[in-house]
DNA sequence: CGGTGTTGCCGCCGATCCTGCGGCAATCCG
DNA sequence: CGGATTGCCGCAGGATCGGCGGCAACACCG
């Protein structure tokens, strides 16, 4: 059962990643099966977890989110549980888009999305830097982003 | 018209970032309108731009994609456009899910996915530093994944 | 104050889409 | 070679979509 994705399951995975409210038919005739068995797909491949979701591409400056920001989190390595507080913390944080422990010379890579530079600061101060644990941080803010649709290569 | 969204309108968007494939008659009763005054909303929010898509959110590890890296990459400023060819490679690359120019100690970060360390040395080889102007680069290997759904908050 | 235009919503209805069912061909296996 | 399984198709009843006309609230203005 493992990774038992025909050539058809791939063409649908590519079709819905970039329209992802294509109705049922009209997917069906794009790869060439009929709607009976294209659904019956789609549907296999949400079961299996192939698809984990169905989710809406928002304009980020039109939401007055026009700041986004990378920032290197170093932790306090003696404090305990500073692992774990740190990465609760940061989902609850609706700024936080994404977080992602790394090896290297730090530990977080945090990406967030905030109206401007004050609404950074605040973030920042009241956010992270007040976090237990969190020792050291690096901020680059984004000047223009080449891609970012983040879409999976199939 | 600008940021002309109302209560009713960033409730859709709410819903449809983590639900976009979801009927419209279930979208209008959960926000309480009928479903025509809904699907109205939903076509001015693509038509004004604030919708740029919809897509399907698919597992990595499950299409073989398991290694999730970043690279800090600087460029060679005495290069003639170096920004430009490296920012059109890149878009070409489709291990590379984002690329953004940051202000600070380096030029690019880019986010990539690939199956394993094999691939991303190729990748590194002869996706990126192979590209004339490319100076210099750091990886960070992401580990662990604690926030990853890069909702926007409203 | 009343006329008028605008906006946003509703109900209705024909067209479209979805989904469960039965049938069929190909494949696999004992 | 017989039988089970798998994947697909066509069909049909029911759900959903989207365009149309109507209506109420509101603002503007003479």
Same mark, same amino acid.
């Given at each position: 059962m493992t990774d038992g994705l025909d050539r058809v399951d791939r063409q649908i995975l590519k079709i819905l990643q970039r329209e #992802?409210?294509?109705p049922n038919v009209e997917l069906a005739e794009r790869v060439g099966l009929s709607p009976t068995a294209t659904g019956e797909r789609l549907r296999r491949l949400q079961k299996d977890g192939v698809i984990t979701g169905f989710g809406a591409r928002l304009d980020p400056h039109l939401l007055g989110l026009s700041l986004l920001v990378f920032v290197e989190v170093s932790l306090?390595?003696?404090?305990? %549980?500073a692992f774990a507080r740190f990465a609760a913390a940061v989902r609850r944080a609706? +700024?936080?888009?994404e977080c992602h422990m790394v090896g290297? #010379?730090? %530990?977080y890579l945090v990406k967030a999305r905030v109206a401007d530079m004050p609404a950074y600061r605040r973030f920042l101060g009241e956010?992270?830097?007040?976090?237990?644990?969190?020792?050291n941080t690096r901020t680059y803010a984004v000047m +223009? +982003?080449?891609?970012? %649709?983040g879409v999976l290569p199939l």
């Open positions: #992802g409210r294509i306090d390595k003696t404090t305990p %549980d609706p +700024e936080v888009l290297g #010379g730090f %530990d956010g992270l830097l007040s976090l237990p644990g969190v020792n +223009e +982003e080449v891609k970012s %649709d």
